[in-house]
């Protein structure tokens, strides 16, 4: 069974920050972790990518979040993070992790993961 798990969303107020956490696991898998991101949905909008990472660290942004939030991840946890930072009312929306999986064993695979989503809204 994958799983996806996201944490660390809340109410801020704008100017202020958050860290988002993502952690990977396949009870009972061989796996590793590809590509990851975090991609936010507000209502009434579509699904955006807010954030993505390589599993050899490149990263790329959002022009919206750009200078203001960071990507990063921890291959030996199999996990990923969201700094961020100066945040804005617009910034308000369901955050969601995204994980390319590998799996080895047992069978092969390689899919896409959701997470089940991390609210954080931003005060102004």
């Known amino acids: 069974q994958v799983q996806v798990v996201e944490s660390g969303g809340g109410l801020v107020q704008a100017g202020g920050s958050l860290r988002l956490s993502c952690a990977t696991s396949a009870s009972g898998m061989s796996f590793s972790v590809d590509d990851m991101g975090w991609y936010r949905k507000d209502p009434g909008k579509e699904r955006e990518l807010v954030a993505g990472?390589?599993?050899?660290?490149?990263?790329n942004y959002a022009d919206s979040v750009k200078g203001r939030f960071t990507i990063s991840r921890d291959n030996a946890k199999n996990s990923v993070y969201l700094q961020m930072n100066s945040l804005k009312p617009e910034d308000t929306a369901v955050y969601y992790c995204?994980?390319?999986?590998?799996?080895?064993?047992?069978?092969?695979?390689?899919?896409?993961?959701w997470g089940q989503g991390t609210q954080v809204t931003v005060s102004s």
């Open positions: 990472i390589s599993r050899e660290g490149s990263t």
């Open positions: 995204n994980a390319l999986i590998r799996v080895y064993y047992p069978g092969s695979s390689r899919l896409y993961y």
